[in-house]
C-alpha cells in the first residue's frame, strides 16, 4: 500500500507520520509518535484502553483511523498535565483504582473528560460514564471513588 504523510499534534508536539491507509490511531500512537500509554485491549472499541482525545473529544484510537486525523490534536495520557489530571492521578493512588495498571491511561482519560465536562455528581453518574471502560483486576470500587474524591478536590 501507499503511505500517507500525516501531520498531528501529539501532546502540543507537531509529528509527522508515514502511515498506511488502514492503519489506526492506536497503533501510529505507539509505533511511530512513542506515546506508550494507548493500550490494546480488544481492538474493537469496548475496552476503552486505547481512549486518546482527538480535538478536545474522547475518542477509542484503535478504531480511528490515522489518515482521517491529519491536522488534529491528540492527548494521551502522556500529554495531560493539568490540575484535573494531577487531582485525578493523586487519586487513583490514594484510592486504589489501580492494580495491574493496564486499563489505567484510558480510566484516567475517561475520568478526566468527566470532571472537566462535570458529568460526575454522584457514584451512580460515575459508574455510567465509565461504562465503556473495562477493568479486569478492581471491581471499579477504587476507580469510582478515586474519581469522586477527585471531584470533591477540584470543585470550589
Known amino acids: ?25 492506536a497503533d ?18 469496548v475496552c476503552g484502553a486505547c481512549n486518546v482525545y482527538l480535538n478536545g473529544a474522547v475518542v477509542r484510537s484503535c478504531l480511528t483511523l490515522t489518515a482521517a486525523c491529519d491536522g488534529m490534536e491528540i492527548t494521551t495520557l502522556e500529554g495531560l498535565s493539568d490540575a484535573t489530571a ?7 493512588h490514594r484510592c486504589h483504582g489501580l492494580q495491574c495498571g493496564f486499563c489505567t491511561p484510558g480510566m484516567i482519560i475517561t475520568g478526566h473528560d468527566m470532571l472537566t465536562r462535570k458529568l460526575c455528581n454522584s457514584e451512580t453518574e460515575i459508574r455510567q460514564q465509565l461504562c465503556g471502560n473495562i477493568c479486569r483486576c478492581t471491581g471499579y470500587q477504587g476507580i469510582v471513588t478515586a474519581i469522586a474524591s477527585a471531584q470533591e478536590e477540584i470543585s470550589p
Open 86 to 92: 494531577a487531582a485525578l492521578k493523586d487519586a487513583m
Open 28 to 45: 501510529s500512537l505507539r509505533e511511530q509518535a512513542g506515546t506508550h500509554s494507548v493500550h490494546l485491549g480488544c481492538e474493537h472499541g
Open 1 to 25: 500500500m501507499n503511505r500517507i504523510p500525516i501531520n498531528l499534534t501529539v501532546n502540543g508536539r507537531t509529528t509527522e507520520l508515514s502511515v498506511e491507509p488502514n492503519a489506526t490511531l
